[in-house]
């Protein structure tokens, strides 16, 4: 009798998805070895110190967490024993130019509380409205897109999709964003506030569809969270889960070849040779086309498509407290349709800059001196343009003077460590092309049915999770692709 060999997958990329993805394989019964070109895991979850200050140096969102506790239990493990987390009832709080704030909370009658104090009754009912009409949608609709393989046009009549038509072929999709936004608020600054909603996965509000109305369900009605120990903390969990279910992870290296031969995937690093049955790319799918399958036709496919924004980081440790800041604030702009438009037709740093700064110190005082604070500073920016030095400093200004005109403090003399991350680091560090954080942008009605798929439609065994994937960027778009992949391939199988 035949002995039947054991079931392989290599995995390349030890970021979030790919590790997901490794622990969904794992218990699926496969050998299951991790390459990543870094010398640690966690892709864009990285974290650094400057002095008595840390820093989470990507992703400082964190919604949806029974996403990860899913992958414990997947393996027969109590999640708090490896991972905790608290909810933080303020998801957000919001400063405009003329120096007003609107604190968004989790809890609905305190919303309902700080909407009628700041605006009126009738906006904040309008309000409370708009976030239930987005958790429908996102039952109705996101949920079967998002937990699923992309559709295809051969799947127009599969009975699952056609009863979900009258919902997904609404006003929402004829609409973009903003134009949803507006006729469903009217008020400015709450319409630049489910707006800013489009920035979660990169894109332009103006452009985008009106069914991303769906993505405040996330933060406005299931809360955010923050990770006890910080947002490395998920990376380092789910790595040391995936390590004591028998993952195999090989660090520092750097793929030279990829080759299919014989229902064999053959990998080949500075150092070995490795074989497996599957592969699964956890990596910038433009990155992977180009740098290691080499596939030019794809690339040129893929490479074309418009990224999504990237972004100049500024990391502050700061000496003093600001106690108006919570765990994440958002600065607006004056002008919202400019900004985008200087992000993506004219590809330029925005003149007037949105800030979002997240302090997580808030929750964890351990990550700054007692009377400090660690402020991660972010300004969406063009994919693919580096700033100059002259350009850094002239942004830096502009941050400084938002806060003091918002404030009245002058922060110039309260920073006591500084480290900058823009579109070139994110590059380099992470593998993102063009310093993109989330890949394709959404600009268009239907942008994600273009979004690269999780299986590879020429060759075989080979499938894709990540950011740069369907369903998306953000934790948990995918820690979903992973879902799929793995769901894929126990299909196949």
């Known amino acids: 009798m035949k002995q039947e060999l054991p079931k392989s997958a290599i995995v390349i990329g030890a970021g979030l998805a790919g590790i997901a993805a490794s622990i969904r394989l794992r218990s699926q019964g496969f050998q299951v070895i991790v390459l990543e070109k870094n010398s640690t895991h966690g892709g864009k979850l990285a974290e650094f110190s400057e002095g008595e200050f840390r820093f989470d140096k990507g992703p400082s969102l964190f ?7 899913e992958l414990f239990e997947l393996c027969g493990k109590n999640p708090r024993d490896y991972f905790n987390y608290v909810r933080h009832e303020t998801s957000c709080t919001y400063f405009f130019k003329d120096k007003s704030s609107l604190i968004f909370s989790g809890n609905h009658e305190k919303l309902k509380q700080e909407l009628t104090k700041k605006f009126t009754s009738e906006l904040a009912y309008k309000t409370l409205t708009y976030l239930e009409r987005s958790k429908e949608t996102y039952a109705r609709i996101g949920d079967f897109f998002i937990d ?14 056609i009863v979900r038509y009258p919902h997904f072929l609404t006003a929402k999709l004829r609409k973009s964003l903003h134009q949803y936004n507006h006729s469903t608020l009217k008020e400015p600054k709450l319409v630049q506030i489910f707006d800013r909603f489009g920035t979660y996965n990169g894109s332009n509000p103006f452009k985008m569809s009106g069914l991303y109305s769906m993505i405040p369900h996330l933060e406005g009605n299931t809360g955010t969270y923050f990770p006890v120990n910080g947002m490395r903390s998920i990376a380092e969990s789910l790595y040391q889960l995936a390590v004591d279910q028998g993952v195999e992870f090989k660090f520092d290296a750097d793929i030279e070849s990829v080759k299919f031969s014989a229902e064999k995937y053959f990998v080949k690093t500075a150092s070995e040779q490795l074989q497996s049955s599957y592969l699964i790319c956890a ?14 036709k794809l690339l040129n496919h893929y490479s074309k498509q418009e990224r999504s924004s990237s972004a100049v980081v500024f990391y502050w440790g700061i000496k003093s407290k600001m106690p108006e800041l919570g765990l994440h604030s958002i600065f607006f702009s004056e002008d919202y349709r400019n900004e985008f438009e200087q992000i993506f037709t004219k590809k330029i740093i925005p003149e007037d800059p949105t800030i979002y700064v997240h302090v997580s110190s808030v929750v964890k005082a351990k990550d700054a001196p007692e009377n400090g604070q660690n402020w991660f500073v972010m300004v969406n920016t063009p994919a693919g343009v580096v700033p100059t030095e002259d350009q850094i400093l002239v942004l830096k200004e502009k941050i400084l003077a938002r806060m003091k005109m918002q404030f009245e403090i002058d922060l110039k003399n309260e920073i006591v460590r500084e480290r900058i991350w823009t579109s ?3 590059e380099e560090d992470t593998g993102s092309f063009m310093g993109a954080l989330y890949g394709a942008s959404s600009n268009g009605k239907l942008a994600a049915l273009k979004r690269h798929g999780n299986k590879s439609k020429k060759y075989p065994k080979l499938y894709f999770c990540g950011g740069t994937v369907h369903p998306g960027g953000g934790i948990p ?7 799929i992949v793995s769901e894929l391939i126990q299909h196949e199988g």
Request: proline residues 7%; charged residues 40%.
């Open 424 to 426: 070139k680091g994110i």
């Open 477 to 483: 778009l995918v820690l979903k692709s992973a879902k």
């Open 63 to 69: 919604t949806s967490p029974e996403l990860v506790d």
């Open 148 to 161: 699923n393989p992309p559709v295809k046009f051969k799947d127009v009549f599969r009975k699952d999709l």
């Open 283 to 296: 990596i910038d799918h433009v990155k992977f086309y180009r740098d290691i399958l080499k596939d030019e």
